[in-house]
């Protein structure tokens, strides 16, 4: 190559020669020498570069600083090119021996600068792809990225909108559910106010009748009396003393006989009234049901989803990573708390809509990661780190994750936690052998004995009975039923203790009696479970304001914690209390089914579809980023009240209970957890 042919090339850079591979513009260290083509002896020392451009078939490099000498020996381009680059993130490095196609000088003076354009004559294929590879993915890196950056905030805008749709037709649904249960809340309530109203009338009109029979007799007898005095007043006209006497008795049958003749007519005008109201009545009781049976149509679908909504809402406050429900949404005090009784609740809601995985994440938890305190689970852990935040040991929660162990193995056929529950129930026993009537103290550290305690351990050892045919269990069940018959029933007015030497009112006794024995062998028990469903409707029922989401004020129907007398904050409704009187209300109805009283079944319904009414008044959309609107249920109509059982009710009328939520999905769906069918 001559110095012409250089010149021409210097002038031109866009020659031949740089035409022969495609080029990309990337930067590579580069080090080289020159060496003599015949010799094959250094020409110089090693220099340091940089590519300008790449290609397969050799590579533009730039070069600062070069000797005088050196400049000669590249314009004379006669010289070869020991070549060594420095690919980045690769180990090796690349080796190849070129030629000098051409040079431009782009800089004069000190330092100097020249681009060198090298033509490969030796170099491994291998390493020719890959000197192209990562030039290319240096080349193309950026707009990759650009791509990448595109499509991820397009999907997070298309996720966003979605999101905030589907969070704005659930705020919409919860509200069409509060307008149609208050509308279907009013219809039964007023259906329940007739027929009582009718009744009475039917039960005045017999009564009145009755009377009519026996004042018609007792005119009959006085005319009758009439008749024979008038005799005697013939017979002894001569005895003026016995006719003056006479004459007043007659004068006084008399006067009865007209006063009894007004009574009958009085009576008679009031049974036409009456006949006439209970005609009124039947026909506004037929256009009421009709106007509920419309309503319904309308209303079951709206409810299903919603209670479809209110499992999801349940289910979006589960931690992925420890298996755990929050159990309050809203109270600052209690977040990221997770109560084990209401873990056991979630399991079963799980349990209830076939969800078999997030069940398993609640029970994993306490299988594998959950730290035992005197000898069983914690009352509370955290949702994020599994840590015990409630050191207290009581026996009902631990109760309750057994309950839930029992119902899931029954449903799934799956025995993985069965030694869990098993682990549970010798603790409980060990408890029940250190008492001498055998019941079960509210803990190992604590003196006082739980009704409900012991009632939901004669359902959980019933439970594990039928698991297992262990007689063992079997013994525990009878030796608590003792223990029950001995210190909870009283049967002065059929009221139920909270506990054993304790005669105050805990509403959830009552209910916790009749879902664990059941009526039947209440009854055969001695104990009547009418009576002790009417003694809870008497004492713990309340009417109340609810500030609903602290804007629109709801009158609710509900049942509190205690008897509402007593209550020193006024007068609380709570819904999962509330709930479990609805389970009640179910199963009573389902026992007179049984035995084919069929007028009892249905006001049992009846109360049952009413109080269900009113808790779904008070279902709330979740104003949480995890709640994304799903209806929910507030714990109570208080924030921060006294429950009157050691205990008060969390801050949240505004956003979600796990416990109220959960117990609205059992009622409505009749489930009864202290039962393993």
């Excluded at 020392?45 to 600083?65: A, L, M, S």
């Excluded at 977040?335 to 209401?342: H, L, P, V």
């Excluded at 003792?482 to 909270?498: H, I, V």
Aim: proline share 2%; with cysteine; glycine share 6%.
């Amino acid at each position: 190559m001559g110095n012409k042919d250089l010149s021409l090339k210097n002038e031109n850079p866009e020659t031949h020669e740089r035409r022969k591979y495609i080029r990309l513009n990337v930067i590579f260290p580069v080090e080289f020498q020159f060496i003599d083509p015949e010799t094959s002896g250094s020409v110089s020392e090693i220099k340091q570069g940089f590519t300008r451009d790449v290609g397969k078939g050799g590579i533009c490099i730039e070069v600062n600083n070069l000797e005088e000498g050196l400049e000669q020996v590249v314009k004379e381009g006669k010289v070869k090119v020991d070549v060594r680059l420095h690919i980045p993130l690769s180990a090796l490095e690349t080796k190849a021996v070129a030629k000098i196609a051409w040079y431009e000088k782009i800089k004069s003076g000190y330092p100097n600068k020249y681009l060198i354009g090298l033509s490969f004559l030796q170099i491994d294929s291998r390493d020719s792809n890959r000197i192209y590879f990562h030039a290319t993915r240096a080349t193309l890196t950026p707009a990759i990225i650009a791509i990448l950056f595109f499509f991820l905030v397009s999907g997070s805008a298309y996720f966003y909108f979605t999101g905030f749709k589907s969070k704005s037709d659930n705020i919409k649904l919860v509200e069409e559910l509060n307008q149609l249960s208050t509308k279907k809340s009013e219809l039964e309530k007023k259906i329940m106010g007739l027929d009582k109203e009718y009744k009475a009338a039917g039960c005045k009109i017999v009564l009145n009748d009755d009377n009519i029979q026996k004042y018609q007799a007792r005119i009959k007898d006085l005319e009758k009396v009439s008749t024979d005095t008038k005799t005697k007043d013939k017979l002894i006209t001569y005895l003026k003393k016995d006719k003056e006497k006479t004459k007043a008795i007659v004068k006084h049958v008399l006067y009865q006989r007209a006063r009894f003749n007004g009574k009958v007519e009085n009576l008679s005008k009031e049974n036409i009234y009456l006949k006439n109201r209970v005609s009124k009545l039947s026909n506004q009781r037929t256009l009421a049901e009709s106007s509920l049976k419309d309503l319904m149509s309308s209303f079951n679908p709206v409810e299903e989803k919603n209670i479809s909504n209110m499992y999801k809402w349940i289910k979006n406050h589960q931690n992925m990573r420890t298996g755990l429900v929050m159990s309050y949404e809203g109270d600052k005090n209690l977040e990221e708390w997770a109560f084990t009784y209401d873990q056991s609740l979630a399991c079963q809601a799980f349990i209830l809509m076939r969800d078999k995985e997030n069940a398993k994440g609640i029970l994993n938890f306490y299988k594998d990661i959950a730290e035992i305190s005197e000898g069983a689970f914690a009352n509370a852990y955290d949702t994020s780190t599994g840590k015990i935040v409630e050191y207290n040991v009581h026996s009902g929660p631990n109760i309750w994750l057994g309950i839930a162990i029992a119902q899931y193995t029954k449903k799934f056929k799956d025995e993985e936690y069965l030694l869990v529950a098993e682990d549970i129930a010798r603790w409980l026993i060990m408890l029940q052998n250190r008492d001498k009537d055998f019941g079960i103290r509210g803990g190992p550290k604590f003196e006082w004995f739980s009704i409900e305690h012991n009632l939901d351990a004669y359902a959980f050892f019933g439970m594990l009975y039928k698991i297992t045919e262990d007689d063992v269990y079997m013994e525990a069940q009878n030796r608590t039923f003792d223990w029950l018959k001995k210190n909870s029933f009283s049967r002065l007015g059929y009221k139920l203790n909270r506990g054993k030497g304790d005669a105050t009112i805990a509403t959830n006794t009552f209910a916790w009696a009749i879902a664990a024995i059941g009526p039947k062998l209440l009854k055969e028990s001695g104990m009547d479970p009418e009576q002790i469903m009417d003694f809870a409707e008497t004492n713990c029922l309340v009417t109340v304001d609810y500030i609903k989401q602290k804007v629109e004020k709801v009158k609710i129907a509900g049942f509190d914690f205690e008897k509402y007398e007593h209550m020193a904050n006024g007068w609380v409704v709570s819904t999962e209390w509330t709930s479990q009187m609805i389970m009640l209300f179910k199963i009573m109805a389902d026992y007179y089914k049984e035995n084919r009283e069929f007028d009892k079944a249905g006001y049992y319904d009846k109360k049952a579809n009413f109080y269900l009414s009113e808790i779904e008044k008070m279902v709330i959309s979740s104003p949480s980023r995890v709640g994304q609107g799903y209806g929910c249920l507030p714990y109570a109509t208080q924030d921060d009240v006294d429950t009157g059982h050691g205990w008060r009710v969390a801050n949240g009328t505004r956003t979600g209970s796990t416990a109220g939520t959960a117990y609205a999905i059992f009622a409505k769906y009749n489930y009864n957890p202290l039962v393993l069918d």
